[in-house]
């Protein structure tokens, strides 16, 4: 979540006191999105290479071809449609794309019939296979501001910390408690942005609790571009961990625009640089998303 608009005037009001809203960054990062140097801006494209600080490089042969982590003007701070996010998904290879608005806690997203409604979305859009998704809100107790009523209507769940959306918790411990016990909810398949520094959880006990429980941890592309100042150094410790410990990864877009659908590039190369598998990655493709949600095709 990049946070909220509200009427005072202060945009993106869970970002840090002092930090203000990157727009001429943001705006030069939308306006480059289509540049052929970016892996998934084109459609059929095969392989990046990738380079690291030492000028080491790594050709990889296969691009995610999924993203779960989208959101439409109903997220009431987001500025597509379902149909404009399907299309940059068709526009850009994608296999499968998630529509994932925020859970009702956050202000201005929407209520729970919303949810319900979902089912009215064609399974096949553009071409691109559709599902159906939420990211929730955790709150202290490690439950989500959705419930089981909601959530059968649902393909999958994401859920993570967010300010001004009903958490509570104010310390690391309070966060890592708060997100390992949302893991040991199986409707809970993948932890959003969990590198946020607003909420600074023990990131070895997450890594650690996501392969136990086969919880899904999020590699956030906003959150290297252009969300959640401050990520980058603990979503790289992150993906080390992650690494280190064969814990689920997905890497997702976190699309507010439709231009951001699919941009993915950031967070794959960051993954593939601390040594996470293309196979711990359940959104590389159409079959493995499926097979991790148990999604009968």
């Not at 408690?177 to 600074?200: L, Y």
């Not at 429980?213 to 790289?236: F, I, K, V, W």
Request: glycine fraction near 10%; aromatic fraction near 6%.
């Amino acid at each position: 979540m990049t946070g909220h608009l509200r009427k005072s005037g202060r945009v993106f009001s869970e970002s840090p006191p002092g930090w203000s809203f990157p727009r001429k960054k943001l705006e030069k990062d939308l306006k480059s999105v289509k540049r052929a140097d970016i892996p998934t801006a084109s459609k059929g494209q095969q392989g990046l290479t990738l380079h690291n600080e030492k000028g080491l490089t790594k050709e990889t042969s296969m691009l995610p071809k999924v993203d779960l982590h989208t959101h439409t003007i109903a997220s009431g701070h987001a500025f597509g449609t379902v149909n404009e996010n399907v299309m940059e998904a068709a526009a850009k290879g994608l296999e499968v794309i998630g529509i994932s608005d925020h859970g009702p806690a956050v202000p201005g997203a929407p209520n729970i019939v919303y949810f319900r409604c979902l089912g009215f979305l064609p399974r096949t859009l553009h071409g691109v296979t559709v599902l159906r998704g939420v990211e929730a809100n955790i709150f202290h107790d490690g439950s989500i501001d959705l419930d089981e009523r909601q959530l059968e209507h649902l393909d999958y769940v994401m859920a993570g910390l967010h300010g001004e959306a009903g958490y509570t918790g104010a310390t690391a411990d309070d966060h890592t408690r708060a997100i390992i016990a949302a893991m040991s909810n199986p409707r809970i398949r993948i932890i959003t942005h969990p590198g946020n520094p607003r909420f600074p959880a023990h990131l070895e006990e997450l890594a650690r609790a996501a392969a136990d429980t086969g919880t899904a941890l999020e590699l956030n592309n906003s959150s290297l571009t252009c969300a959640r100042p401050g990520s980058s150094p603990r979503c790289h410790e992150l993906a080390r961990l992650c690494a280190r410990f064969g814990a689920p990864v997905a890497i997702g877009s976190d699309a507010h625009i439709p231009q951001a659908v699919g941009v993915l590039d950031a967070a794959l190369e960051m993954a593939l640089e601390a040594g996470i598998s293309w196979e711990q990655i359940v959104t590389r493709d159409r079959d493995a998303i499926f097979d991790f949600l148990k999604i009968t095709p």
